[in-house]
């Protein structure tokens, strides 16, 4: 079966992510694409690398051009896709690639974003360890589908197999990232201009006001902690793509290292996508360029008692456009690796 799709904000980052994975998917055909100030144009005056589109012009985005599609891939900026998804009919599958219905908690939502507040829907990390399962229960024959913050999700994967599994405790967590500014969008902004990034590390959101707390906060519940606290610290660096987490916890007083690295074995143990590297390996950014994979190193800080986790994703694929197929996937029943690259690209 042949799945119709339309993908708004056709002419930004995700969802021109969105659009070359889709390009290789063999069920799903892309008929519509919306924009807002890029309406009008050919998608590949805006995106020249998607050949695949020569056809496509970019239609205004607005809920009666989305309409009468199998498939609604919504890559809007954060607050513009709630009223949007409102009016699109219930049957149809709609993955919001923005923030508008991540939180379950109104008071969340309304201190790190503001504005009206829209229902949680599925969280689309398939592999997220929660207490009983994976998130990928949720998703099966879904409808409406969140996918995830990059940064979020990431530091989500890293630590909930430790909190599931009662290995390492659920405050003092620590992370600081290493982020490639195509996670801030496509829009022009002065601070991450090439002349303000290259050669040189910029931290941003310091000091527990980014907006992806919630979202790892929330995770992290949903894998048994109690009140997780943590303090994260993203910095932007000069590579396009690309996630580098590093995160930290307390290990649970009496537990040997061969029992916290078995929880993360476990979690992950037959994921496609989520990849445990050997003991004394870690990943690099490079290695999951362009791939739907999320690499990740474990050691065990004797003399700290913390895990260290090292966990590397590119933010475009698995940190979102790619965590956005993969769900859609499962909600249609459809193979879950269906159109998603495991293999990154090198050099």
């Avoid at 061969?258 to 143990?269: G, I, L, Q, S």
């Amino acid at each position: 079966m042949t799945y119709s799709v339309a993908v708004s904000g056709a002419s930004g980052y995700a969802g021109g992510e969105i659009l070359r994975l889709i390009a290789d998917h063999p069920e799903f055909e892309v008929r519509t694409v919306t924009a807002h100030a890029n309406a009008g144009q050919p998608l590949v005056a805006v995106q020249p690398h998607l050949r695949t589109y020569t056809h496509l012009t970019l239609q205004e985005t607005n809920a009666e051009t989305l309409a009468g599609h199998d498939i609604v891939f919504l890559a809007l900026p954060h607050g513009a896709s709630g009223a949007i998804a409102a009016e699109l009919d219930a049957e149809t599958l709609v993955v919001d690639c923005g923030a508008d219905h991540r939180l379950e908690r109104a008071v969340d939502w309304a201190e790190f974003y503001g504005g009206d507040f829209h229902q949680a829907w599925a969280y689309g990390v398939p592999e997220l360890p929660r207490l009983s399962g994976t998130q990928r229960d949720r998703l099966t024959s879904s409808r409406r589908i969140a996918a995830p913050g990059c940064n979020a999700s990431t530091v989500a994967l890293s630590l909930a197999p430790g909190i599931r599994a009662g290995v390492i405790e659920d405050r003092d967590l620590v992370s600081v990232l290493a982020v490639g500014p195509s996670g801030a969008g496509k829009s022009l902004k002065a601070h991450l201009l090439g002349s303000e990034i290259l050669g040189s590390a910029n931290p941003y959101s310091v000091g527990g006001v980014h907006r992806h707390i919630p979202e790892i906060t929330q995770a992290l519940r949903w894998a048994g902690a109690a009140a997780p606290t943590i303090s994260f610290t993203p910095v932007i660096v000069p590579m396009s793509r690309g996630i580098l987490a590093t995160s930290t916890a307390r290990i649970v007083p009496g537990t040997d290292a061969a029992t916290v690295r078995a929880a993360w074995e476990d979690a992950y143990a037959g994921e496609r996508f989520v990849q445990l590297l050997p003991a004394g390996q870690f990943p690099r950014t490079a290695d999951v360029l362009g791939a739907n994979t999320a690499l990740m190193g474990l050691a065990i800080d004797e003399r700290a008692g913390r895990a260290v986790v090292v966990t590397a994703v590119d933010n475009l694929v698995k940190g979102t456009a790619g965590a956005a197929v993969q769900s859609a996937n499962i909600a249609l029943g459809l193979a879950e690796s269906t159109g998603l690259p495991v293999n990154g690209v090198a050099p």
